[in-house]
């Protein structure tokens, strides 16, 4: 399945590399391209956060009063996903598409003579025997990265091979070989740059994220039921000592994608972690416009 996405988004990364010429200018616009096309997907993920954090009191609400009839809690734990018009899967789409693309972009980019510019598989093999025969450095990992950077050896043991010529990419963006591997050059500086670039934009992001999320859960407490009688919240103690402990361990979570995706950039080309940076940056200014824009529709709603 990645390898079908990986070829379509190859297609995709061809096309724009046609126009500008430059792997990674055209990875950045292949990231605004990616960006503007999954923006529905974006909006509906936005709302089910905001609905979600909305619902949160009332749910843990409807768990401690029928915490003893399971039955009757994932009766009325579904009238009121009813009510509110939500789905309890609508949060698993989007996971499913970050993971289709996290893949999918690493297939691309770990092999982009594969999938972008579609050179047959016994001329790749021909390549790589010609650069071991030669004593030349191939990794077992990224082979296809080792043609690019050796392309003109290659041109010369083979003048008259028209696919070699879609090995030669211009890697080379604002300074950075995006072909080289943090792990294979741990000695060269440079290769660090992109990556801690994405490790910062990560923290931007993820504090972003979460101080939205206790924005609204903060405003879904202003809604909590109150007991007539005793003038106490019906939500008890020890439920909200399970809510705060669900914060942490979410807080604590978002931190897992960013981590393991530095963790892959450090052993992949760089042409991925500039990826990452890009549709980064882009996801920040998406959830800062887009929190604007549903807020400014709820207001009107509300007024």
Do not use: H
Request: proline residues 4%.
């Amino acid at each position: 399945m990645f390898q079908f996405f990986a070829n379509i988004f190859g297609y995709l990364l061809a096309f724009i590399y046609g126009f500008i010429n430059n792997y990674g200018l055209a990875i950045i616009v292949f990231t605004i391209f990616i960006k503007i096309l999954f923006i529905p997907f974006s909006v509906k993920q936005q709302k089910t956060m905001k609905k979600t954090a909305k619902i949160q009191e009332k749910m843990k609400i409807i768990q401690f009063k029928y915490k003893n009839n399971p039955e009757k809690m994932n009766q009325e734990m579904m009238e009121l996903y009813k009510t509110e018009k939500m789905s309890p899967f609508s949060g698993c789409l989007t996971a499913i598409i970050q993971i289709i693309l996290l893949f999918s972009i690493f297939y691309l980019v770990r092999s982009p003579l594969t999938y972008m510019q579609n050179i047959p598989e016994e001329n790749i093999n021909q390549y790589i025997t010609q650069l071991q025969e030669n004593g030349k450095s191939v990794s077992t990992a990224y082979p296809e990265i080792d043609i690019i950077r050796e392309y003109e050896f290659l041109r010369e043991q083979n003048p008259d091979d028209e696919y070699l010529d879609k090995a030669n990419l211009e890697m080379n963006f604002l300074g950075l070989d995006l072909s080289k591997v943090p792990q294979q050059n741990l000695t060269d500086i440079t290769v660090y740059i992109i990556p801690v670039l994405y490790i910062v934009s990560s923290f931007i992001s993820i504090k972003l994220s979460t101080s939205m999320q206790q924005k609204n859960q903060n405003k879904a407490k202003e809604s909590v039921p109150i007991d007539g009688t005793t003038g106490k919240e019906l939500v008890p103690e020890e439920e909200k000592n399970e809510m705060d402990a669900v914060m942490q361990t979410n807080k604590m979570m978002s931190w897992f994608m960013p981590l393991m995706s530095v963790s892959v950039a450090m052993i992949a080309p760089l042409g991925l972690a500039l990826y990452w940076l890009t549709n980064n940056i882009l996801m920040i200014i998406e959830r800062l416009i887009l929190n604007k824009v549903i807020k400014l529709k709820e207001e009107e709603q509300d007024g």
